[in-house]
């Protein structure tokens, strides 16, 4: 892992937190000191906590897990979609939806009628309807792809949810914390950071605060992945030369019993001279 450095993370003003009196007294240790009614987070424990948070991800994404993305703020949309899209994992970016988590069953469920009208379309079922029921059924394709669209690939629970905002995303923090799910958060003075397990002090409102942080985020998921990677490439390569080996075994066990025939014959032999010279001496 590179070192992280302090100065682009003043640049895109991480650093900036809520006004004093809208603190939370758990973010005490975070924080640096008071300015113009402001306080100022501490760019060295933001760093170090940054560092935490990529060693643990890198391992999720490394034993082949998702990291679920969720922000729902306005700032934090389009930064948030696009960094998971880059990597390839599921994202929130509307509403939550209530037991996404906790009920994930019945979400898969609503997942799989999107695919089911999807194939209504295809196989041309869609066109024999009526002019209303393909209205009804458009409606409830474009809600369905609005709010679950970004996790149709998402088949299982994810393995770590990555969080901009606890506050306004409490109810995720909730069924996260039900399931053991671990949280990685960004986390402003005005939040309590023993909520999430990898908490990340930093500013939470300014796109460009958003942006650095996810930057960190997804290149440590991406180490995650590439090792995954190269894990698979070595078992594979693993399993071709135990497949190759096996008929070599193979030949050197029948090798192995022409030579105890030949020997064992050639022992026969031996004891029936033996026989003979034993019977003429004899005679």
Not at 92 to 110: C, D, H, Q, Y
Not at 265 to 282: C, L, T
Request: positive net charge; glycine residues 4%.
């Amino acid at each position: 892992m590179t070192k992280i450095e302090i100065k682009p993370l003043i640049e895109a003003g991480v650093h900036f937190g809520h006004l004093t009196r809208k603190w939370n007294p758990n973010m005490a240790p975070f924080i640096h000191m008071e300015k113009n009614g402001i306080h100022i987070i501490n760019l060295y424990k933001t760093a170090s906590k940054i560092e935490e948070a990529k060693s643990a991800l890198s391992k999720i994404t490394s034993s082949g897990r998702k990291i679920l993305f969720v922000a729902t703020k306005k700032q934090a949309k389009d930064l948030v979609s696009k960094a998971a899209e880059e990597v390839n994992m599921p994202y929130i970016t509307e509403r939550w939806p209530g037991g996404m988590l906790t009920n994930f069953v019945t979400i898969r469920k609503a997942v799989k009628k999107m695919s089911a009208i999807d194939r209504t379309k295809e196989d041309g079922t869609f066109n024999a309807l009526s002019k209303r029921e393909k209205l009804q059924i458009d409606r409830l394709r474009a809600k369905l792809e609005k709010n679950l669209g970004s996790i149709t690939d998402m088949t299982r629970l994810p393995g770590a949810l990555f969080v901009v905002d606890i506050r306004r995303e409490h109810i995720a923090i909730r069924e996260a914390q039900k399931l053991n799910i671990p949280i990685f958060a960004m986390v402003d003075t005005n939040c309590d950071p023993r909520e999430v397990d990898f908490a990340i002090p930093s500013n939470d409102d300014a796109s460009k605060s958003i942006n650095i942080i996810l930057n960190f985020i997804t290149s440590a998921i991406k180490d995650g992945l590439s090792e995954r990677k190269k894990e698979k490439e070595v078992s594979e390569l693993i399993n071709q030369k135990e497949e190759n080996q096996e008929p070599k075994e193979d030949s050197n066990d029948e090798d192995d019993k022409e030579i105890k025939e030949n020997s064992s014959a050639k022992e026969g032999e031996v004891k029936k001279k033996r026989k003979r010279v034993s019977k003429k001496s004899e005679e």
